[in-house]
């Protein structure tokens, strides 16, 4: 409550004399909170992140928002920051998801759309200005799986020789991953974090970004751990991103099956990553609305595992962690 005081006495302060109101606009996986704000002499509203100094670091936000923005993508214009107390000012870019508006009609177009404005962020990028998603980073993210998911999530201890095999499939994930071309990499680029809005999408939750594997942000968008589409949809979307991005420049392969399977193999990185964060946002920090997700993500990477014979070793721990196949249906 004495966060939201302050809050509210920030917005005062900065608006003096015009009545407003605070509605909570949305909650991430963090510690960030967004609200929206509304005046009474004023249609237009504005969105205020909350994003506490000891837990947040807003400066990153700050500099992705500027270096997308620049790129010509629909991010949030940053109106008022105060980076001691965590509070920023932002333009608002609706209420509607990507993961609300998608229909069977629109999705063509809509995932046209969001693969253009990923394509801009690509196009973009350079060296040296953001964080490297390093073998060291990608290896950290994986590790969640066998401490949260299997440990902590099933409660089933892996005997030595699993564990052995486990990071030897990891070691041969990201000597794929790792050996991709390397881009800024938005790394939650998927249906929650896009919005429907003009243009689109509106892009939000981009302050994680990196520079790394061309096909991650390609991986969130359309194997989405909210959104199940059938997979000859998204992989004729995959193509048609492989056939624009060669024509623009971008650093994709030459051949479209080497660049299927370093997308194939960076989902295997983020499903294991993806799965053991859910279990952990559940067992440590009380959040149960990702459970339902799981068997989505485990739909994925069961899929993968079976087509590549070197990962089978995973294969075997997911039938042990989760015996039943769940059969995932199309959302539409």
């Not at 909650?27 to 994003?51: E, G, H, Q």
């Not at 500027?66 to 107390?85: C, N, R, S, T, W």
């Not at 990891?170 to 000597?175: A, E, I, K, S, Y």
């Not at 971008?250 to 960076?266: I, N, Q």
Request: hydrophobic share 40%.
């Amino acid at each position: 409550m004495e966060r939201r005081q302050q809050l509210q006495a920030w917005i005062a302060a900065e608006f003096p004399g015009r009545a407003f109101e605070l509605a909570p606009a949305s909650a991430d996986a963090s510690f960030r909170r967004y609200f929206r704000l509304t005046f009474a002499d004023d249609p237009v509203s504005l969105i205020v992140m909350d994003a506490p100094p000891s837990h947040e670091d807003c400066r990153p936000y700050i500099k992705v928002a500027e270096l997308f923005g620049a790129a010509g993508v629909h991010v949030p214009q940053i109106i008022k920051h105060d980076l001691e107390q965590g509070f920023l000012l932002l333009s608002d870019l609706g209420s509607t998801t990507y993961l609300q508006a998608l229909t069977k009609d629109n999705a063509h177009n809509l995932y046209a759309e969001a693969l253009g404005a990923l394509m801009s962020i690509q196009l973009s990028s350079k060296p040296g200005v953001l964080p490297e998603y390093d073998r060291e980073l990608l290896q950290r993210e994986m590790e969640l799986f066998p401490v949260w998911y299997v440990s902590r999530h099933k409660g089933i201890t892996l005997t030595d020789k699993q564990a052995q095999q486990l990071y030897e499939v990891f070691d041969r994930v990201l000597d794929v991953n790792l050996s991709e071309p390397k881009v800024y990499v938005h790394r939650d680029y998927h249906s929650r974090n896009l919005m429907q809005s003009t243009p689109n999408p509106g892009v939000l939750d981009f302050q994680d970004a990196v520079y790394g594997p061309l096909t991650y942000d390609l991986v969130s968008l359309l194997k989405d751990a909210y959104v199940h589409w059938d997979e000859d949809f998204t992989l004729d979307l995959l193509a048609r991103y492989w056939e624009t991005a060669r024509s623009l420049g971008l650093p994709v392969r030459e051949d479209f099956a080497d660049f299927h399977r370093d997308y194939e193999y960076m989902g295997v990185q983020r499903h294991i990553k993806v799965l053991g964060i859910f279990a952990r946002l559940y067992h440590r920090d009380g959040k149960d609305g990702y459970l339902k997700d799981m068997p989505l993500v485990l739909h994925y990477l069961r899929k993968t595992c079976e087509r590549y014979g070197e990962l089978k070793p995973l294969l075997r721990i997911l039938e042990q962690t989760d015996p039943t196949v769940t059969e995932v249906g199309y959302s539409f």
